[in-house]
């Protein structure tokens, strides 16, 4: 019986160090095998690692057939609704990514937005808005911290006539009071996502919520540090009034899985952001499956994983 985990990992994004990654979960590895080493334990100077280690254990202990949480997901009974990724570009390619997004039947777009020129970037949501009105399709944008503490606010006006439902990250992580006074009275609502990334502390995690107060925050698992420590965001969230949502960070079929599984659980209504594993052209074969703005588990599709277990 096999427990099997994905270790989540963007370099630049992910805390491990890219050149030391491989030697560390080799070590962890080793470690573990030869019974020095509890695989509940934290590591949180490596939280990716903790990811694979938390969903490979709870894979174990409930059979090793990877269903760690089961639900009318699981049971192929229910799809996760998710929303549209729009991928930078050109105008006309953004355009036409939105108009297969909505052909699919999404009705929530997230669009990347900071790497573009400014008006080109108010021209594509405009665009959006005049086939859409805000009461058929919901707009996100993800700033990804592209725009310094000065700019954001004028390019969060130029985008809020347009009935926004949120921005995440309108400014790089760790700029806490400049994050503050964007979410103490914004023009469009605030998400934090890269914010999240690297506390590792309950303390911390605490006092960063407790600063910033968002009005949404981005729980990405792989990144994070696993499900125990998502469920503290959540937490820390609800204790705000704050509303979150889950996000893939381009795992393989093997960590969307997991993700999926544990969001849906969770019982959610609001459109999730994973659907980033399905642009891979050679995953993993699995049971997952995109069915227009569903992401859906398909019992009767087998998982084809030998080759990753012979390893």
């Not at 979150?244 to 609001?270: D, F």
Request: glycine share 10%; proline share 5%.
């Amino acid at each position: 019986m096999t427990g099997l985990g994905e270790v989540s990992f963007i370099p630049g994004l992910s805390v491990e160090d890219p050149d030391e990654i491989e030697i560390q979960l080799d070590h962890v590895c080793k470690l573990i095998s030869k019974g020095e080493m509890d695989p509940g334990q934290e590591l949180p100077s490596l939280p990716g690692i903790q990811f694979a280690l938390e969903s490979a254990m709870i894979d174990l202990d409930r059979g090793g057939k990877r269903i760690l949480f089961r639900s009318d997901f699981t049971a192929g009974k229910a799809g996760i609704l998710i929303n549209g990724l729009i991928w930078m570009g050109d105008r006309s390619y953004m355009k036409k990514q939105i108009s297969d997004k909505l052909d699919q039947g999404f009705r929530v777009l997230k669009l990347k937005v900071g790497a573009m020129k400014p008006e080109e970037e108010v021209e594509v949501v405009a665009w959006i808005r005049s086939e859409y009105d805000s009461g058929d399709l919901e707009i996100r944008l993800d700033a990804n911290g592209a725009w310094s503490p000065e700019e954001a606010p004028v390019r969060m006006s130029q985008f809020a006539k347009f009935g926004i439902h949120s921005i995440e990250q309108p400014i790089g992580a760790g700029q806490l009071q400049e994050m503050a006074a964007l979410c103490s009275d914004p023009v469009i609502p605030v998400a934090l996502d890269e914010e999240l990334i690297g506390i590792t502390s309950s303390e911390e995690r605490h006092r960063l919520m407790e600063q910033i107060k968002p009005a949404y925050i981005i729980l990405k698992p792989g990144l994070l540090g696993g499900f125990s420590v998502a469920n503290e965001w959540i937490q820390f969230a609800n204790q705000l009034g704050a509303d979150w949502w889950v996000t893939s960070a381009l795992e393989s079929s093997v960590g969307l899985n997991a993700i999926a599984q544990w969001t849906c659980q969770l019982g959610v209504s609001m459109p999730q952001g994973l659907g980033t594993g399905m642009i891979y052209s050679n995953n993993i074969h699995s049971p997952l499956l995109m069915e227009q703005n569903r992401l859906w588990y398909r019992p009767e599709r087998e998982w084809k994983l030998q080759s990753i277990i012979d390893q």
